[in-house]
Every structure is written in structure tokens, then in C-alpha cells.
């Protein structure tokens, strides 16, 4: 198998711009408005290699459904919003074939959806023209009804990545994992091994880790996610938040208390609670 990075997290909101405005204020520097042609908008918050894409609907009434081989992106998050409310709603590793891995995801009984190809316009930092494409490939785990996960792969990453995009005033520098809850996290280890391509995985009692090239998923019980966070989680399966590095673990803690932003610290991590992000548990560590 291939293994496949971390390459994006989607979190849905309601309101984008009072999304933005919350991830500003924890000290995230975040993008202007993009728009996709399937019905949904999004900003974007990027690390090197990786990045948040809070993501709201723009127009429900081009939003196509989900049907037989064709997976839809805005119907799932629109479904999303109703059913689960804001949060985490879908993981994408990185992908350098995006067709090849959907054969994959058919081999491995993961997925069987047409890749979707899509490009829109984006907007550079001195605020010109930029034009990005990308293919995505689906996976699907039917046990874990409110995720959804897929690859992606990026046509003109050159133009997508940029440094200037990647300075943030809480210091974060990088992506150390994505965390996942779920009652028996073993119940989803032939599912996440496919999907990352990692088979040689960490295996507890409190739950999994797939160490990809570039960060590592992790899925905990619910009492382990509460014991190692401080936050109290249902049984059902989600994702959760993330683990992000930072330059200096002690002046992050510093600007929040000055800023008014509540964190606990757990440890050698810095927890952020879902209520001051979008449902979005963000622990923050020493790089």
C-alpha cells in the first residue's frame, strides 16, 4: 500500500465569517473567501503541508446528492450541519494519483466513488488572481456515519502553497495529528489502514495511531480523549480536532491568557476546548 500524509482537515460552520473571526482571535491567520462550483465556500488556514478548510454552504440549490458512484462534498456537509452540528466533519490525506488511490479504495473495499475533479480561483497574499485545481478520491467507513474521508490531490500546488499564507500569531509551525474518538477504536483499524495505507500500526487499549508521512492519525476511546484533553466526548464515532506544533509552547499560553482565550493545560499539551473553536478540540504542543 501507499501511505498518505495528512494533507487537510474540514470543519463545518453555519457562518463562515464568524468562523473566521473565532480562529483569527485563537491567532490563526486565515484566507480570504473562496468559493467551489458544487455549492459550498470555504477559508483556509495553512501550515506547511497541511491546512484547516472551514467550510460553510454558499448555494444549496446547485448542491447535487450523493448517488450510486458519485460522492457529494456539499451534500455531506450540509447533512453534516443538520444531523451533527459544527465540527470536524471530513480528513484528507495528500494523494500524487488521486485515480489510482480510488482503485485502491474499490481493492480494499473501502470506497467505490468516482473521483471528482474541480478548479476555482484563489487569491494570492498581495491579493492577485491564482487559479487551483484538484482531484479528490472518497473512502467511506459506513460505521462512522458523521465522517467522511477522502484523498487529494493537488494539480498546481505551487500556486496553492505559500509561505506568507503560513505565519500565525499563535506560533503554530506544523500538524503532529488528527484525533478521532470512537467507543472501540478496533473496530475501525481495517478501514483506517486502508485509507492511510499504514499497516504496521500502533495498537492500545485506549486506541490506535497510524504514523503517516506527514503527521499521524489518531483514534482514542472516549475516556482516554477525556483523560489526555480534559474534554468529555459521546460514544459515537467523530473526528475531533487536532494536534498542532508550535515554536514556543509558553508564549502561546502567554497571548491566550492575554487575549482572554481559554486553555487548560494538560501536561505538555495546550487544550483549547470545542467551545472556543467550531467544535474543534485543538491541543497545541512544543515543536
Known amino acids: 500500500m501507499t501511505a498518505r500524509g495528512l494533507d487537510h482537515l474540514v470543519v463545518a460552520t453555519h457562518d463562515l465569517d464568524a468562523a473566521a473571526k473565532t480562529w483569527d482571535r485563537i491567532g490563526f491567520q486565515v484566507g480570504a473567501e473562496n468559493k467551489h462550483p458544487f455549492g459550498t465556500k470555504n477559508r483556509i488556514i495553512q501550515m506547511p503541508g497541511f491546512f484547516i478548510e472551514l467550510v460553510a454552504i454558499n448555494d444549496p440549490a446547485v448542491i447535487s446528492e450523493t448517488f450510486g458512484r458519485n460522492f457529494s462534498f456539499a451534500a455531506f456537509n450540509r447533512d453534516f450541519l443538520?444531523?451533527?452540528?459544527?465540527?470536524?466533519?471530513?480528513?484528507?490525506?495528500?494523494?500524487?494519483?488521486?485515480?489510482?488511490?480510488?482503485?485502491?479504495?474499490?481493492?480494499?473495499?473501502i470506497g467505490d466513488f468516482e473521483p471528482v475533479f474541480f478548479e476555482r480561483r484563489g487569491l494570492r497574499p498581495d491579493g492577485s488572481d491564482v487559479h487551483v485545481a484538484f482531484t479528490l478520491a472518497f473512502a467511506e467507513d459506513p460505521t462512522m456515519p458523521d465522517g467522511s474521508f477522502f484523498v487529494c490531490q493537488q494539480h498546481r500546488p505551487d500556486d496553492f502553497w505559500n509561505p506568507a499564507f503560513q505565519s500565525h500569531a499563535n506560533g503554530a509551525v506544523g500538524i503532529s495529528s488528527v484525533m478521532l474518538t470512537a467507543e472501540n477504536p478496533t473496530d475501525h483499524h481495517v478501514f483506517l489502514s486502508a485509507f492511510t495505507g499504514i499497516r504496521d500500526f500502533i495498537s492500545t487499549s485506549t486506541g490506535l495511531v497510524f504514523k503517516t508521512p506527514r503527521g499521524s492519525v489518531e483514534m482514542m476511546t472516549p475516556i482516554a480523549f477525556a483523560r489526555r484533553c480534559g474534554v468529555m466526548v459521546d460514544d459515537a464515532p467523530r473526528l475531533r480536532g487536532l494536534r498542532v506544533r508550535v515554536a514556543d509552547l509558553d508564549e502561546t499560553a502567554m497571548r491566550f491568557e492575554a487575549s482572554g482565550v481559554q486553555s487548560v493545560r494538560k501536561g505538555d499539551w495546550l487544550v483549547l476546548g470545542p467551545e472556543e473553536l467550531t467544535e474543534t478540540v485543538i491541543v497545541f504542543e512544543q515543536a
Do not use: I, N
Not at 95 to 109: E, L, P, Q, Y
Open 82 to 109: 443538520t444531523r451533527a452540528g459544527e465540527g470536524p466533519s471530513m480528513l484528507a490525506l495528500e494523494s500524487r494519483d488521486a485515480k489510482a488511490d480510488a482503485a485502491a479504495f474499490v481493492k480494499g473495499g
